[in-house]
């Protein structure tokens, strides 16, 4: 059988616009949607990740307030190993190249974000699928708009390590186009930006 991808759940933002007090930790909030209701949204989207792929590396801040304390705590009990990037605040580029660092041994990765509980595990399996038949980058589609989860095949370990600023991966997609792959799961577009969108 092919070696499977890790999974990385990007579980490093701060989420300001769901909190702009900044009290409220966005990934601790209940889910309010897919199939893990009322769990905090970062175990769920952990749950379905790992429902699809053995090993998954939720990329976190440094344990240095109780919310992240809590959330290191949530996603260690989801079965995630943990890699605390220190540069998180340089944005979610940073923070896949630290989840790329952290699993160097991977023969490809699912990209998750911990802001999308509603994704359905016959998703990530599709796009690990595509990945397995020999894709260097795939995604889901839902009525012709792309989502989440991303697939990166491991030849592109460098030029995701490389990543950096706020833009995500947005570099490695533009030089290679994601293979799609069409599902039925709004989960693949929802993601929770606002307390009224949870």
Not at 98 to 117: E, H, K, R, V
Not at 150 to 170: H, I, M, N, Q, Y
Request: charged share 20%; hydrophobic share 50%; with cysteine.
């Amino acid at each position: 059988m092919a070696p499977e991808p890790f999974g990385i759940l990007l579980a490093a933002g701060l989420g300001a616009r769901y909190d702009p007090t900044g009290r409220a930790l966005k990934l601790l909030a209940p889910a309010r949607r897919g199939p893990h209701v009322g769990v905090p949204m970062a175990a769920a989207a952990a749950r379905t990740l790992r429902a699809a792929v053995s090993n998954v590396v939720a990329v976190v801040r440094p344990p240095d307030s109780p919310a992240q304390r809590q959330l290191h705590t949530i996603l260690r009990r989801e079965r995630c190993a943990l890699a605390v990037c220190i540069d998180a605040n340089a944005g979610m580029s940073a923070s896949i190249a630290c989840g790329i660092q952290a699993t160097q041994s991977a023969a490809g990765w699912i990209l998750a974000l911990a802001d999308m509980p509603a994704i359905e595990v016959s998703t990530v399996s599709a796009v690990i699928r595509l990945l397995r038949d020999g894709a260097l980058t795939a995604a889901p589609t839902l009525r012709g708009q792309r989502g989440h989860p991303v697939g990166f095949a491991a030849k592109l370990r460098p030029e995701l390590l490389a990543l950096s600023g706020d833009t995500g991966a947005r570099a490695v997609l533009l030089a290679h186009p994601p293979r799609l792959i069409a599902v039925d799961d709004p989960g693949v577009l929802y993601d929770v930006d606002t307390i009224e969108e949870n």
